[in-house]
Structures are given as structure tokens and as C-alpha cells.
């Protein structure tokens, strides 16, 4: 009877204990929901956090850093397990992180990291190379143009993401640093469109009345590259023809644009980092350990999506939308 007792103990305790370690409470602040990559992001982490069955408390910021600031209070009121963190900009963030790190709630950083990266403590960082997609953006332009004839001064614009975001700031340094390599790309326009389709459009829509001609566009993400062509067309002229446009993500909307001859290329940036937040963090329960250098998930996926002059012509590996579009969810 003794031994019978002991064993329902026993094994009570070992359920309650497998329990606790499957009732992890992961948190999520997220910036809000401005572009298809954004969404597909947010969708892929939620999923990916609830097919673990672990218990997700997720927060939209809508664009404020302010809401993200309370929201990570609130993570920290809460007692969650581990949070995860993206921050709509660069800057501001060291105080209420420290707060995190204080109350020793493992951080996890994804897709944007903060500038303060190198004072607070975090577990592992999912990031965009995104200096290098910038580059990648104008180097397919100046490839392309130079595969095609077009040899003559051309005016460029770069419709640049959220002022003061990560994907904004890197992006710029790396359009800057490519456009260096090329000198017959004069720079006639830069502007924020802030990661959004209808301010991209708005934003052309002010270039195409304020500048006599546009030869190229680098639109940071493909949300505002659309609403570009959106106003591209409204004014009279043909988009991928009149006006060569670029774009940032690798949503399938833009494939679909690249594939109707309305856009010329797109840059590869996965917002798919839900397997990699589960895998991190059941490493991190693990004991195991991450050195601090940023994590880019889109290595290995495409680095450069366009129409069908781009296969070859330029340096980084291209793929055709046409041949890919059917494998693109988001
Ligand atoms: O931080 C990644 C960027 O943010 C994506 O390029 C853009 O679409 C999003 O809003």
C-alpha cells in the first residue's frame, strides 16, 4: 500500500513538473501592423508560440514607442517567462530594458535591434542584414541599367522607411554606400514613406509633381514601392518601364507586381522568425548559450527577386518571381 502511495506521488510530481516547464508565458511586443512583411511576421511568431502550447501575451504598439514602453511594464508586471522585442526605433530604450533585465526576464530581440544592444543583457537577436539589403537594392539597379545600355546620368529617389527605425537607418547607409559605386545615379529625392503603402504613394505622388524626372526608385520596403506605383500610374506613366522601381521584403505582392512588369526587383528580408524564437528559447531552457552577434534568418532564402532580366546581371544570386511566386505565403 506504502509503495502504491509513494509511486501516485511520484508520479504526480513528475506531471506537475512537465506541465510547469510546457506552461512557459512568452511575450511579444510588436510595433504594430504597417506592411505585409509585418503582418506575416506577427502571424508566424503568434503561430509558432501556440503550436509549442505555450501561452502567448502579445501587444500591437501601433507605430508608438510609448505603448511598446508600457506594454514591456506591463510584460514585467505580469511575470512572463521570456519577451520578445522589436522597437519601431533605434533609440529610447535602455531604461525600461534595464527594467526587464532587473527583473531577470530573458530578452529576446527580433528583426530590428535597439541601438542600447551593446549595454542591456539579451538571450539571442534575430535581425535583417539590413545595411545589406540596402546596398543590394541599388547594386541590382546599377547592374541592371549597365546590362541594359543605360549608361547616362540618371535620376534616382529612395523613399526610406519609418525616420529613425533600424531597416529605415541601415537601409540608407547601404543605398548610400552602393550608390557610391555608381556615379551616373544622381540622387534627386529622399524621403520617409514610413513603411506604409499609402504614405508611399503620397510620397510619389509630391516627387512626381516637385521633380522633372524620376529614372529610379528604391522603395526600402515593397509596401511603399506599390503605393508608388499606385501614383506612378495615376500620373500618366508606365511603372518597371518609365520609372525603374526596387523594392524590400519579398512579399508576394510585390512578385505578383514584378511578374505583371509593374516593378523590377525586390531584396529578400524573411519576417519568418517564429522557428527560430522556438528553437532559441527551447535551447535557452536548455541551459545553452547564444553569443551576442546577430542572427539574419533570410540567409540562405533569396537574395534578390526580379523580372525576367534578372537572372545573372547582377552580383548577388537572383532568382525570377515568375518561378518562385507560388512557393511566397505572406
Ligand atoms: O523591420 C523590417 C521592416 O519593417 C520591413 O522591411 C518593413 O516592411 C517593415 O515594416
Redesign the pocket.
Known amino acids: 500500500m506504502k509503495k502504491v502511495l509513494v509511486l501516485v506521488l511520484s508520479l504526480v510530481l513528475v506531471l506537475g513538473l512537465a506541465a510547469n516547464a510546457s506552461a512557459l508565458t512568452v511575450a511579444f511586443s510588436q ?1 504594430g501592423q ?5 503582418t506575416a511576421n506577427t502571424d508566424n511568431v503568434k503561430a509558432a508560440i501556440e503550436e509549442a502550447g505555450w501561452e502567448l501575451v502579445y501587444s500591437d504598439g501601433q507605430q508608438k514607442q510609448e505603448n511598446q514602453i508600457a506594454a514591456l511594464r506591463s510584460f514585467i508586471t505580469q511575470g512572463v517567462d521570456y519577451i520578445l522585442f ?1 522597437g519601431v526605433v533605434n533609440t529610447g530604450w535602455e531604461e525600461v530594458l534595464t527594467e526587464v533585465n532587473d527583473a531577470d526576464i530573458p530578452l529576446l530581440l527580433l ?2 535591434i535597439p541601438d542600447c544592444a551593446d549595454v542591456i543583457d539579451y538571450k539571442v537577436a534575430f535581425g ?1 542584414d ?1 545595411v545589406e539589403e540596402g546596398y543590394r537594392m541599388v547594386k541590382w539597379a546599377g547592374e541592371y541599367l549597365k546590362s541594359i545600355g543605360r549608361d547616362e546620368e540618371v535620376n534616382v529617389v529612395i523613399m526610406e ?2 525616420t529613425g ?3 529605415q537607418v541601415d537601409r540608407t547607409t547601404g543605398n548610400l554606400k552602393a550608390l557610391e559605386e555608381y556615379p551616373n545615379m544622381k540622387l534627386v529625392g529622399q524621403q520617409s514613406g514610413n ?1 506604409t503603402r499609402a504614405e508611399g504613394q503620397a510620397v510619389m505622388e509630391s516627387w512626381l509633381k516637385s521633380i522633372d524626372k524620376i529614372d529610379v526608385l528604391f522603395a ?4 511603399m514601392a506599390l503605393g508608388a506605383i499606385d501614383a506612378i500610374k495615376a500620373a500618366g506613366l508606365v511603372p518597371g518601364q518609365d520609372i525603374i522601381i526596387v523594392g ?2 519579398s512579399v508576394k505582392a510585390a512578385f505578383e507586381a514584378i511578374v505583371a512588369g509593374d516593378m523590377n526587383a525586390t531584396i529578400e ?1 524573411t519576417p519568418l522568425y517564429g522557428p527560430f524564437v522556438i528553437d532559441a528559447i527551447n535551447k535557452l531552457e536548455a541551459g545553452e548559450e547564444f553569443d551576442k552577434t546577430v542572427i539574419h534568418p533570410e540567409e540562405g532564402v533569396y537574395d534578390c527577386v526580379g523580372g525576367i532580366e534578372c537572372g545573372g546581371s547582377v552580383a548577388v544570386t537572383s532568382v525570377k518571381a515568375a518561378d518562385v511566386i507560388d512557393q511566397r505565403q505572406y
Open positions: 510595433i504597417e506592411s505585409d512583411w509585418r522589436t528583426d530590428r535583417g539590413f522607411g519609418t527605425a533600424s531597416a513603411f526600402q520596403n515593397d509596401d524590400c521584403d528580408c
